[in-house]
């Protein structure tokens, strides 16, 4: 059975909603560190400037689990004609997917168990803006070679 245009422009409005939702709280707990902040400014810098005000946006960034001002905000987006508008739904999934790369600390976390090979091991270019765990690496015969690999907040050069 195929979604309604009602049911979609619910399910869109849920989810621009629910990012801003999300991000608001990222922000808040500072989870996700610079990324997720910077992605959910621009998600909330985009809504504001299309409603032309920013009342229904600033209740939901004040308390994002409120479901009077989630309610408030999707009416505002339905009367002001962005019920489905694909610039915030664009950016609504950016925000989803910079937070889906963090764990509860608010850090990126790549973490890799114990790795073994025959012949050689190489584990390389891996980036993490938070911690990366990795196990033992251990080849039988030959090398085993840890290369560039970058943890943390890189530290702005000085120019």
């Known amino acids: ?4 245009r009602g049911e979609l422009v619910v399910e869109f409005l849920a989810d621009v909603i629910g990012a801003l939702a999300a991000g608001a709280l990222a ?4 989870v996700g ?5 910077d992605t959910y400014d621009t998600l909330r810098a985009i809504t504001t400037g299309k409603l032309g005000k920013e009342g229904a946006v600033r ?4 308390d994002p689990r409120s479901e009077a001002a989630q309610a408030a905000l999707a009416e ?3 009367k002001a004609g962005f019920a489905n508008d694909p610039e915030l739904g664009r950016h609504a999934a950016t925000l ?3 937070m889906a790369g963090f ?3 608010g850090r990126a976390a790549i973490e890799v168990g114990d790795i073994t090979g025959k012949v050689n091991v190489l584990v390389s270019h891996l980036v993490a803006s938070g911690r990366i765990q990795i196990g033992n690496l251990r080849a039988e015969t030959g090398d085993a070679t840890l290369a ?3 943890a943390g907040t890189p530290t702005p050069k000085k120019g």
């Open 33 to 37: 560190g610079r990324v997720v902040v």
């Open 76 to 78: 505002a987006l339905a």
């Open 103 to 105: 764990d509860d600390s």
């Open 96 to 98: 989803r997917t910079a």
């Open 148 to 150: 560039h690999v970058t």
């Open 1 to 4: 059975m195929r979604a309604g």
């Open 27 to 30: 922000k808040a707990n500072e």
């Open 59 to 62: 209740d939901v960034e004040e």
